[in-house]
């Protein structure tokens, strides 16, 4: 049944996703298998992070959800049955293919202390992807039963935005815990490493393993067991609204979808969370200039988390249309502003006391974005809508809105980019201008708050029942097209895309822009921020040459979307007959 989903589900922009993945994937492990020749415990770190990997990308991603537990409800399954059936079917997929593959690297390992050795990595490596498969499935089911409540939406999205934030400052954890260069002992006793330990001569690795995978099953279908009988109450005791006109109806009934909807509660907690790791993290190197960024991160990776605000409510939007005139935007914006902008304000001002400034680079860059970000989330949310589930029919994971992860993925690292771009003016006046850096963000924060609330509005008001339809059915209407849908195009040029699109943030934003203004600021040898390591002469070209970079892979994979686009468009020539 597995197989027969995914055998009809590898076309169009989800093959596109998972061929991209796949790739990236047999790179990594290319990259494990090579380290197994390599002296020392670099393999068991290897691991390690494959393990993380399998614990944190569901997390994040909801899972994998092919086959849910309730399509088995009727046919009358024991919880060790159903969890057994389910793991074996979790076999049949890319992710475990390619981490039996990184796995190999335990015969290479083996193979250098003999036959012996190498016979003992065939079941290791069979053992250790389940152990990595069973560990990912009672994560993401005791997440899934944690976010039926408020406080556990709250508690697990501080701790998604901590495991973010630390693997995005990987660097600072290797240095500051490297001990002068030694990989930590305890790596190699993590069940990542156990099957390392038992190429190595000490067998009951295998035995623990075995055991491991026992236990870890039978809290599974624990687990089950309670994601299939667990039901949610509706808030009680809450005073009515009251509203005086309709926007004013909109943004309460906003206000109180922001304090009931555990999704929503999640998702501000995981951008607040992160933003504020991220920052401090540097601190265990004494490094302090990184936290005043805390706040525009938060804002900027609130903005990336509910860029999809009309898809994750689906079709409640008919309330909306049934009302002639009516329009939300501009309810949906103030609501976002008064569920952002007092904690970004706070912790803008609290993180940058503490570091000293820069006060007008700051200031100027936070109202920008709140400007930026409540222009930006409509916006993108009515022009590139994905279609959600609907929240009476979410799953035992609330965190799951919807079945196109690969485009949820994709819209919120866009968003990162245009929020950021909204500040790049104000940013660059504070720098080039100091204090007059934040009356222009002051002014550039209202313009995308006006104007791009404008285009949302009219677009609303033009497409409102296109986009119902969109969100009732996952199709777009007859003779028109989701503005997500990948157009035809090879399968080379659809990954050329992705991984443009994917990675070229990455030379633009950080090792581009940050790095110009850490240049400019004298904040050398500055964290991963290539520029203020280069000799002086070299810093400023090193900045500009990684925006082009950036702004070159992103205009390929631009260039090469839109021209499959126009030919889209184009009408098909009549056959021509001699």
Request: a positive charge; aromatic letters at 8%; proline letters at 6%.
């Amino acid at each position: 049944m597995k197989i027969a989903i995914l055998r009809h589900s590898i076309r169009g922009p989800r093959g596109s996703m998972m061929a991209s993945a796949g790739s990236l994937g047999v790179l990594l492990a290319a990259g494990t298998i090579y380290l197994a020749f390599l002296e020392g415990d670099w393999l068991a770190v290897a691991l390690a992070a494959w393990m993380l990997g399998w614990i944190v990308g569901p997390i994040f991603s909801g899972g994998d959800e092919t086959l849910r537990p309730e399509y088995f409800s009727l046919l009358g399954l024991g919880p060790g049955r159903l969890a057994t059936g389910l793991l074996a079917a979790a076999f049949a997929g890319l992710a475990p293919v390619i981490s039996l593959l990184a796995l190999a690297a335990l015969v290479v390992a083996g193979a250098r202390d003999g036959v012996v050795a190498a016979l003992v990595a065939v079941p290791a490596m069979v053992l250790q992807v389940a152990v990595f498969v069973l560990l990912s499935k009672v994560t993401v089911a005791a997440l899934g039963i944690a976010l039926g409540s408020r406080l556990g939406a709250i508690g697990t999205g501080v701790l998604n935005g901590f495991i973010l934030a630390l693997l995005g400052q990987s660097w600072v954890i290797a240095v500051a815990f490297g001990q002068g260069g030694q990989i930590p002992e305890f790596v190699r006793y993590l069940p990542s490493g156990w099957g390392l330990l038992a190429v190595q001569g000490d067998y009951l690795a295998l035995a623990a393993m075995a055991v491991l995978i026992v236990l870890l099953l039978a809290a599974w279908a624990a687990l089950l067991t309670r994601r299939a009988g667990a039901n949610r109450r509706s808030a009680r005791g809450r005073r009515p609204m009251r509203a005086g006109t309709a926007r004013q109806a909109v943004m309460a009934k906003e206000l109180r979808t922001w304090t009931r909807d555990l999704v929503r509660n999640h998702q501000i907690t995981f951008a607040l969370a992160y933003g504020v790791f991220f920052a401090a993290t540097p601190l265990l190197l004494g490094i302090p200039a990184m936290l005043p960024l805390a706040g525009p991160i938060f804002i900027a990776m609130s903005a990336a988390m509910t860029a999809n605000s009309y898809g994750v409510d689906g079709t409640a939007h008919w309330l909306t249309l049934m009302t002639p005139g009516a329009s939300d935007v501009r309810g949906r914006q103030l609501a976002w502003l008064v569920a952002v902008g007092p904690l970004a304000v706070l912790v803008t001002v609290a993180f940058t006391l503490a570091a000293g400034g820069p006060w007008p680079l700051v200031l100027a860059a936070m109202c920008a974005l709140l400007g930026g970000g409540a222009g930006m989330v409509p916006l993108v949310s009515v022009y590139g809508l994905i279609p959600g589930i609907d929240p009476r029919n979410r799953g035992g994971n609330p965190l799951r809105t919807t079945e196109d992860e690969g485009s949820i993925t994709g819209m919120a690292y866009l968003m990162l980019l245009l929020v950021a771009l909204t500040a790049a003016p104000a940013v660059v006046a504070a720098v080039l201008f100091g204090w007059w850096g934040v009356p222009i963000g002051i002014v550039t924060g209202v313009l995308w708050y006006w104007g791009l609330g404008l285009l949302a509005e009219r677009r609303l008001a033009a497409q409102g029942p296109e986009l119902l339809q969109l969100m009732r059915t996952g199709r777009p209407p007859e003779g028109g097209t989701s503005a997500w849908k990948m157009p035809k195009m090879s399968k080379t040029h659809e990954v050329i895309v992705m991984l443009c699109w994917s990675f070229g943030a990455i030379p633009l934003i950080p090792q581009g822009i940050l790095a110009a203004v850490f240049v400019s600021n004298g904040q050398l040898r500055h964290s991963w921020f290539l520029a203020t390591y280069m000799p002086p002469g070299l810093r400023w070209p090193t900045a500009i040459l990684m925006m082009l970079i950036g702004l070159a892979a992103m205009g390929t994979g631009a260039w090469l979307y839109m021209r499959a686009k126009q030919r889209e468009k184009e009408p098909e020539l009549p056959p021509v007959y001699d």
